[in-house]
């Protein structure tokens, strides 16, 4: 054996202690800044505790100096009709080892050529002693190739996915996001280990709506919505121009198919663009449909007539035989000094309280919603279930549920977003399991037909229509504003208005819609939530028209493109669809390129800062991580008060204190 042989080897050998040396070394001091009480997580911080697992991970003392593998991409989730909702592309991120490379200097000089980066600082970085350093990151599959053919010693390479959202704020609170890979809401969320390609149990599967003996692969699956794209957005648009109308501060909408429960649209305002989630406040993160308490109103009364009708048509059971029915509720009656301008809903017939409380339970209002939408943050139902009591609340979802069934027969539907999942090793169909509860007896055979009737010349107005039995029913009603809701200065215009007859502000709008109103083929809720300040609260065009404009209830061309895509057959994809395997290049494809084209200067736009209290240390840390500020953490638990404020101009390395406490 040579000198130089012997010299190698005892060089290889010092590198190898150096390195466990270093490891050692590395690990406490990551030990003893995890543990300490407050530490300023800066961006850079953070990021070098990341390059420090990163460097750990690569510098094990049994591998192979190679590549690392690409994970499994994330599964695609589409539309209806296969328009991508949610898509993966790859990039390539170029890293290096300095220790292996011969000559820096000439590494460098190449690299610059090939990357365009600036020579002084990369030829700093090769010539450093760190075992491991970033290059570059999110590198097009051409400059890539450059790179690996350069075959430039000590620089390696590894595939990246990324997730893209192609139509941004359309769709986002049905689709959801994703934070490092994990869906943080909405479908990403709720699919999050058949998008991953994780392994699924049997219970996870019975949770997921599939039939525990399905077998999805480890290689993910994509998902294909009930949502028509087209109609999404247009929902939205009509959300939104209603908002502006009106000067709501928040609202949602939902389409639902009455047979099969499948969702057609679901819209929230205020928007958010899932690429860049981290940006918008919670409000806009919220999906108001399941957070917004709704308040039913005079909506309560067509639950009360058609309790009335079943009650007579159907023979009373046994239970109710012995019932005092002296006992009573009183009917709700419109307020005609306040609401002479707004409400058009009639007198409806008595009931009994216990009965009619029964009757809204049959028809699952109670019940907490089967469904496939995230309900974290549900808003809760009133305990009570007195649907004719003005406190009453509940979600958007809950009442259209109960509303679709109340016309539907007394069938409950399942609302869904999922229409089916592709496995990507075996691209057939497989479609959720999601029956709705048999409640047939709920209600006689003919409680439908008469509410109908009764609802369309008492509340329309429009005779009993049967011979168009096509048009549609849409029953819109405003809620006052409690005292305790209005501001001090609204609350004084509201008292000069009620001395001089004008109508009092009000705090929420909503709609039930049937489509048509005979047997309908779609059920439909729209719900806007005002602000309590008057002078936005209550539309010049609302005072002036009152119960003869109608704020909710959508056009004629509308209602046509809602019954088109309703009655659409599923669409069948061609086995070629699924050839590209689920993955986008990034040289084919831009995520910003329409917002760059839409936003021009938007890079230099102050950011504001978002509101992070209520949430875990790690949700809180996942949102302000892209806003390179300073961060000081005071106390253990759930994120109780912020600084700054939530809206507030930030800057960047701006000092941010989070202080949090535990739950008791």
Request: a neutral charge; one cysteine or more.
């Amino acid at each position: 054996m040579t000198d130089q042989v012997i010299k190698n080897m005892q060089r290889r050998r010092q590198l190898l202690a150096d390195k466990r040396r270093k490891k050692r070394l590395l690990l406490l001091a990551l030990v003893l800044v995890l543990g300490s009480g407050a530490f300023l997580f800066h961006k850079d911080k953070m990021y070098a505790i990341s390059e420090i697992l990163t460097w750990l991970k690569q510098n094990r003392h049994d591998d192979v100096l190679a590549s690392i593998p690409a994970a499994i991409p994330r599964g695609f989730i589409y539309d209806r009709n296969f328009r991508p909702l949610a898509t993966t592309y790859e990039t390539y991120a170029i890293y290096a080892r300095p220790l292996e490379m011969d000559d820096p200097a000439a590494s460098a000089d190449l690299l610059e050529h090939i990357l365009g980066l600036e020579q002084n600082g990369l030829l700093t970085s090769l010539k450093s002693e760190r075992g491991f350093v970033w290059i570059a990151k999110g590198i097009d599959k051409d400059l890539a190739a450059t790179i690996k053919e350069s075959n430039i010693k000590g620089i390696y390479q590894v595939v990246e996915t990324k997730r893209f959202y192609p139509n941004y704020d359309t769709a986002a609170h049905a689709v959801g996001f994703v934070e490092n890979g994990q869906g943080l809401d909405g479908m990403e969320f709720k699919y999050n280990s058949l998008l991953r390609g994780e392994e699924i149990s049997r219970a996870e599967l019975h949770a997921l709506h599939f039939d525990t003996a399905t077998e999805f692969n480890r290689t993910g699956a994509h998902l294909v919505l009930n949502l028509d794209l087209m109609l999404q957005a247009k929902i939205e648009r009509f959300l939104e121009k209603r908002v502006k109308i009106t000067g709501a501060a928040r609202g949602g909408v939902l389409l639902l198919d009455a047979n099969t429960g499948g969702i057609l649209a679901m819209a929230s305002y205020p928007p958010f663009n899932p690429n860049r989630y981290w940006e918008f406040s919670s409000s806009a993160l919220n999906n108001h449909i399941i957070t917004e308490p709704v308040y039913p109103g005079e909506l309560a009364l067509v639950f009360q007539q058609a309790a009335a009708i079943n009650l007579k048509q159907a023979e009373k059971s046994p239970d109710l035989a012995g019932q005092d029915d002296s006992t009573s509720i009183p009917v709700i009656e419109p307020d005609m000094l306040k609401r002479r301008k707004l409400s058009l809903a009639p007198l409806v017939e008595d009931v009994d309280p216990d009965y009619l409380t029964r009757f809204i339970q049959l028809l699952g209002l109670g019940q907490k919603p089967l469904t496939d939408i995230p309900l974290k943050d549900e808003t809760a139902v009133s305990s009570s279930m007195a649907l004719t009591d003005p406190s009453f609340s509940s979600s958007a979802l809950r009442l259209l549920t109960a509303f679709t069934a109340l016309v539907n027969n007394g069938r409950i539907v399942t609302p869904h977003l999922l229409h089916s999942a592709y496995s990507k090793e075996n691209p057939k169909p497989v479609a959720p399991v999601l029956s709705g509860l048999d409640q047939a007896v709920a209600l006689h055979p003919d409680t439908g037909r008469e509410l109908v009737d009764f609802l369309a010349e008492k509340w329309l107005a429009t005779g009993k229509n049967r011979s168009n039995p096509q048009m549609p029913m849409f029953f819109e009603t405003h809620r006052l504003a409690a005292p305790s809701e209005v501001s001090e200065p609204a609350r004084a215009e509201e008292n000069a208005a009620a001395m001089t007859g004008q109508t009092v502000p009000i705090s929420q709008s909503i709609m039930l819609g049937a489509i048509p109103g005979r047997n309908p083929k779609l059920t439909m809720i729209a719900v806007l939530s005002y602000p309590d300040s008057s002078d936005e609260i209550y539309p010049e065009t609302l005072e002036v028209f009152g119960s003869r404009l109608s704020i909710l209830s959508p056009d004629q061309d509308m209602i046509d493109k809602m019954l088109y895509v309703a009655a659409q057959p599923a669409l069948v994809p061609s086995p070629d669809f699924w050839a590209s395997n689920g993955i986008v290049l990034a040289a084919k494809i831009d995520p910003l390129a329409a917002e760059k084209k839409n936003s021009a200067g938007a890079a230099d736009s102050p950011k504001n800062m978002p509101d992070v209290t209520g949430k875990s240390l790690r949700a809180g840390l996942q949102v302000l991580q892209h806003f390179k500020l300073d961060i000081k953490l005071v106390g253990s638990g759930r994120i109780v008060s912020q600084y700054p404020a939530a809206g507030a101009e930030l800057n960047n390395g701006d000092k941010c204190i989070l202080k949090m406490q535990q739950e008791i």
